[in-house]
């Protein structure tokens, strides 16, 4: 049955502990802070929503790993201290920190990652080879050449290159919301409910809490800039390529950050990899198949697969 036809429940299933990552509250879901598994798996979220997008997949996992699933800093319920400005850089410092904190010592982790969240958690991954069992990709970032590589439409890279001007940009996300009020339902297939938009509404109510919704967009890595976001997606992807870690790929019809032929190009050249088309689908995939992501990913796991 396709997971559009499956219920999708708006409710969020979970209590949220809270850790303290430096100068900042790090919201985040534990489903066994006290119990053992052989798998610790961790789902990273990015831009504009929160560990809410994993609230109908974890259900499917919990039970066969231990599911770790993090607020970013200024996003969810996690703190916003005044003085962050939210770049990758300071959102991979606290990540960092965060994961230092909470995963076992004795334990590698599966990495599930989507947006913004693919960026810091290969970013991650890179850097620590040894302490990954696995990665699920869906929708990631990864380097684009030009402006003709990303996106579906004319009008989608103009959006986006819109959001790149600093008067233009800045009212249009932080001013008007847009990205939470346009691009994320404009990003699905389904309609969300009032519920579910609600939910993610509810950490950016005021201006003055949006800037992270403004400066994703502007650090996506098009045609070489912005040159430090380039580099580190230039080096993660490269060890993405090479690595032999166990992967699971997820992809969708059209897509919206990996299109058909990015899809087609990942299925050849990752390495141990399991490739799942979904159906139709275009960047928030977790809100039109959650069902489908979430049975995979648990029958992946039980398998012995990672």
């Known amino acids: 049955m396709s997971a559009l036809n499956e219920q999708i429940s708006a409710e969020f299933p979970f209590s949220m502990l ?41 259900p499917h996992v919990q039970d066969h790993a231990r ?17 962050f400005d939210s770049n990758f850089n300071s959102h991979a410092r606290y990540l960092e920190s965060f ?34 069992a ?35 940009g800045w009212r249009m996300l932080v001013d008007e919301n847009m990205f939470i009020e346009k691009v994320l339902p404009g990003s699905i297939v389904r309609q969300l409910t009032e519920a579910e938009m609600d939910h993610y509404r509810a950490p950016f109510l005021r201006p003055k809490d949006r800037e992270p919704l403004y400066r994703f967009p502007n650090s996506l890595p098009v045609a070489g800039e912005p040159h430090d976001v380039n580099l580190a997606v230039e080096a993660y992807h490269e060890w993405l390529l ?22 087609m190009f990942y299925r050849e050249k990752l390495l141990n990899c399991r490739s799942v088309h979904v159906g139709p689908g275009l960047h928030y995939i977790q809100e039109d198949h959650p069902h489908l992501v979430g049975r995979v990913i648990g029958e992946w796991l039980c398998a012995g697969e990672v």
Request: charged fraction near 20%; proline fraction near 6%.
């Open 18 to 58: 809270s850790l303290c990552v430096g100068d900042a509250d790090t919201a985040y879901i534990d489903t066994s802070p006290t119990q053992k598994h052989e798998s610790t798996v961790v789902f990273l979220h990015g831009n504009p929503t929160s560990s809410y997008l994993w609230r109908n997949i974890i």
């Open 67 to 83: 599911c770790i699933a993090p607020d970013l800093i200024g996003m969810g319920a996690s703190s916003k201290p005044d003085h």
């Open 99 to 132: 994961l230092s904190q909470v995963k076992s010592k004795e334990t590698r982790i599966v990495l599930v990652l989507h947006d913004w969240g693919s960026a810091l958690g290969l970013d991650w991954a890179r850097q620590h080879n040894d302490e990954v």
């Open 134 to 168: 696995g990665l699920v990709l869906m929708e990631f970032i990864h380097p684009w050449p030009s402006w003709d590589d990303i996106g579906t439409s004319d009008a989608a890279r103009q959006l986006f290159q819109a959001f790149r001007d600093p008067t233009q």
């Open 242 to 263: 090479a690595s032999p870690v166990k992967k699971l790929f997820f992809w969708a019809s059209p897509g919206a950050l990996v299109l058909g032929n990015d899809a």
